[in-house]
């Protein structure tokens, strides 16, 4: 019971912390905010180009519903892409001193500048329970 009860107090204090945050970003900070977290949960279409900036070519492009990463290291990205219901490819590119990338959002996407979205995924707060 007590457990459950410091849970509570701990959700319902980083929600006002990030109210209080909100309270003090721009209209743009959180327009922002809330298209790059409709991108990490595959809402947003995006291209991401990859460019040999010696050669002046595209190395490659990819498209669709992608989030992007940077976990690794300052020389490599993942980029995660949804590819149907609960299917998800995820691809690992190495950059370089000549190679760089752009990420475009292909669509434009409605953003509420007055509304504040916090996404919690669901398996971090509730434990999956076994049933036998």
């Known amino acids: 019971m ?7 107090l701990l959700v319902l204090g980083a929600l006002f912390a990030v109210g209080g945050i909100a309270a003090c970003s721009t209209p743009a900070d959180v327009v922002s905010n809330n298209i ?4 990490d949960n595959f809402k947003i ?5 990859f460019y040999n900036g010696i050669t002046n070519q595209y190395m490659l492009v990819i498209e669709g519903l992608c989030s992007l990463g940077n976990d690794r290291t300052a020389e490599e990205i993942s980029i995660t892409c949804m590819v149907g219901q609960d299917t998800y490819k995820k691809h690992f590119l190495g950059l370089s001193d000549n190679v760089t990338y752009f ?5 434009a ?14 398996g971090t707060i509730v434990p999956d329970v076994v049933v036998p």
């Open 45 to 49: 279409n995006r291209r991401i180009v």
């Open 2 to 8: 007590k457990k459950k009860v410091l849970t509570l």
């Open 109 to 122: 996407s409605k953003a509420d500048k007055y509304h504040y979205k916090v996404t919690f995924n669901p």
């Open 36 to 39: 790059s977290n409709d991108a």
């Open 103 to 107: 990420v475009e959002q292909i669509e």
